[in-house]
């Protein structure tokens, strides 16, 4: 797999913490060129470490979102990892956390795609598009209707695109991981009968590991899926299957 991603750029936001850390370490492992986004300069400094070239930016400031990919040479792979999540009761959910969210999880995504998509098409290049959506955008789960409507919304979006960026030789993906064991994830799962509830509606009775959805972000990227296109990819241990 590494021969796909040698001497290719590829974009990452989000690339910070967790899953975004680990696709930007491991895709720089292969060989790319990683532009590792994130909005805290102290998440960047272990990727800059490690080969990276790391952007400093809040994407809720869609003009500077413009700016900066504007500025930046056509990359050959787009992963949209960045993402927030506020849990909250429906009738209890702070309207300027779900916009928020939505500005995050969905707005922002759109935006870099369509940049980084307007690039690859003017230069005539190749690509593959991942978006980093979630279970969540498939099933509603309680306390997550800003997460879960943001993530349907990506979904959607995704299909859209593949739709009409195929005939660009652009490819785009989702991978719908279930919860993953991300320092963060594990702190935000740790109470047991919380932990103990969602892992029963789990087929394979656990969550996923940062690496196992990393490998799944690997292949949707590189060549090894080239016929794999508008897809929704969990990576749930079954959860969506019994639903």
């Keep these: 797999m590494q021969a796909h991603f040698h001497a290719k750029r590829a974009l990452v936001t989000g690339a910070g913490k967790g899953i975004g850390q680990a696709v930007s370490m491991a895709l720089r492992g292969a060989g790319a060129e990683v532009i590792a986004l994130s909005r805290d300069p102290a998440d960047l400094r ?17 003009v500077a979102i413009e700016r900066m990919l504007e500025e930046l040479d056509p990359v050959d792979f787009l992963v949209n990892n960045a993402g927030v999540s506020f849990p909250e009761p429906f009738l209890e959910t702070n309207f300027g956390k779900f916009q928020e969210t939505l500005a995050i999880n969905t707005s922002a995504a759109f935006l870099v795609s369509q940049c980084v998509a307007r690039r690859q098409v003017e230069a005539g290049k190749r690509g593959s598009i991942v978006h980093v959506s979630s279970q969540a955008s498939q099933v509603g789960l309680a306390d997550h209707a800003a997460y879960c409507a943001s993530k349907g919304a990506l979904d959607q ?55 196992e959805v990393v490998q799944a972000i690997l292949f949707l990227l590189g060549d090894d899926s080239s016929m794999i296109h508008g897809a929704t990819v969990p990576v749930d241990g079954g959860f969506l299957a019994v639903r």
């Design 157 to 211: 979006i995704m299909r859209v695109m593949a739709l009409e960026l195929g005939l660009h030789g652009i490819r785009v993906n989702c991978v719908n991981p279930t919860v993953t064991l991300t320092p963060l994830g594990r702190r935000a799962w740790s109470d047991p009968q919380k932990r103990d509830e969602m892992q029963a509606k789990i087929p394979l009775g656990r969550f996923a590991e940062t690496d």
């Design 46 to 62: 272990k990727l800059e470490e490690q080969g990276c070239m790391t952007i400093c930016l809040d994407l809720t400031d869609f």
